[in-house]
């Protein structure tokens, strides 16, 4: 076990990926990776898939997100789920932060 | 792929737990599950363990935490990760919510 079990939000940096989004990979290990992503109005998560189940939530902020063929208007405190190799993507319509968790972790972040 | 993949807090239901505790479970799959734990003041999640891999974050509120022989007061917007089969408890400082997210899914809940 590392020591990367409590993790306070003020001791992680952002990484710029442009776009108006933003993220932290706040703690993983080789199962599971849990990161927080903040967008601008406006920033778009274009649609996606990858092997890995994926959970989020939404922390804040309100996001149109469509996974397969559903799409929704979430807000702060939903949530949304991506099953393993579905089609996924999020537009945000007010700036907010999404947290996702991935299993297994993503060696791609 | 079930139709559980777009899930507003408003449409599920709290189960209440004793304690000052109640959880919502939002969503999963066998490999994943995303719940909800609303604790009040001096609510306790006893010390325990379990071969699951979670990922936590603090939605609101305070809490402390501990993993293995690690202790840290954690607050909204921060996170911790156990380990499979690591003891971890919290016990709730000032009301609020956790979301745990667990690999694979709790069969128990």
Known sequence: MNDKTLVR?????????GGGIKRKVMAHDEKMMIVK??????????????????ASYVDSGKFEITIGDRRMELKGGDVYFVPSDVLHGAVCLESGVLIDVFSPRREDF
Chains 1, 2 share one sequence.
Do not use: N, R
């Open 37 to 54: 992503v903040a967008f601008e109005k406006g920033g778009i998560g274009a649609s996606h898939s990858h092997p890995h189940t994926q």
């Open 9 to 17: 939000d003020e001791d992680m940096e952002w990484l710029e990926l």
